[in-house]
């Protein structure tokens, strides 16, 4: 399976700032994904992101407010901008595996004051 | 793709076998069934997934019905660290390309509870 990691593990922010979460894998991969959790609920897709083209984002969720970036086979960027409370979740990094696999990352925990 | 019906939560006592059943009826042929498990908010675990056949890794089994509308998924001898929320999804495959896929879409799983 891959290894993922992600920094921050978690953060506290005040509003209006900006966040960037990095997600590094140990090989290289073709798809990988963006998540959110908020508080009790559960995963919630944000966008795909495949190196060499732009992240394909979900009903809700804009490249504005979440940019991403995905500059190689190995790593990806989620940017939280212009944040507010509602933003305070966990952001989950996933990856496409061998095969129909998919893994996920150890994810970032965002509070935004 | 398909939708998928979990109970909220189930019980299950130290070595003793769980099995978590879980309901997809409307699953299409080229549908896989996937088994994931959360921990305390950490990130998904991935466990196992299936097609048509009976699965077994050393984590776990999953016994999909002839039909394919449901599956179980079995831990042989839970143990208090395999608390945790199990989430059963339904999707497609990935395409021969990698660049398309069906979504992952989490429900609300069930909350597996293993006491001692």
């Known amino acids: 399976s891959a290894v993922i990691s992600q920094k921050p593990s978690r953060d506290i922010c005040q509003r209006g700032t900006s966040l960037t979460i990095q997600c590094q894998v140990d090989?290289?991969?073709?798809?990988m994904f963006w998540y959110r959790q908020q508080p009790g609920q559960s995963l919630t897709l944000i966008a795909t992101a495949n190196q060499g083209s732009e992240a394909t984002y979900e009903s809700g969720f804009v490249i504005d407010k979440f940019p991403i970036s995905r500059p190689n086979l190995t790593f990806s960027t989620l940017t939280v901008s212009n944040m507010s409370p509602e933003d305070s979740s966990i952001y989950l990094c996933s990856v496409r595996g061998p095969g129909e696999t998919q893994y996920f990352g150890p994810g970032t925990r965002l509070l935004v004051l | 793709d398909a939708k998928t019906t979990q109970p909220p939560s189930m019980d299950c006592a130290e070595g003793r076998a769980a099995n978590l059943p879980c309901n997809h009826s409307t699953i299409s042929g080229n549908e896989y069934v996937y088994w994931y498990r959360q921990i305390h908010s950490q990130g998904p675990q991935y466990i196992i997934h299936g097609l048509k056949n009976n699965e077994t890794n050393e984590m776990a089994s999953l016994i999909i019905t002839e039909d394919r509308k449901s599956s179980t998924l079995i831990l042989p001898h839970a143990t208090l660290r395999d608390t945790a929320v199990y989430y059963c999804?339904?999707?497609?495959?990935?395409?021969?390309?990698?660049?398309?896929?069906?979504?992952?879409?989490f429900g609300q799983g069930t909350i597996l509870t293993v006491h001692p």
């Open positions: 999804i339904v999707r497609g495959r990935f395409n021969a390309g990698g660049t398309s896929y069906g979504k992952l879409t």
């Open positions: 090989s290289q991969v073709t798809m």
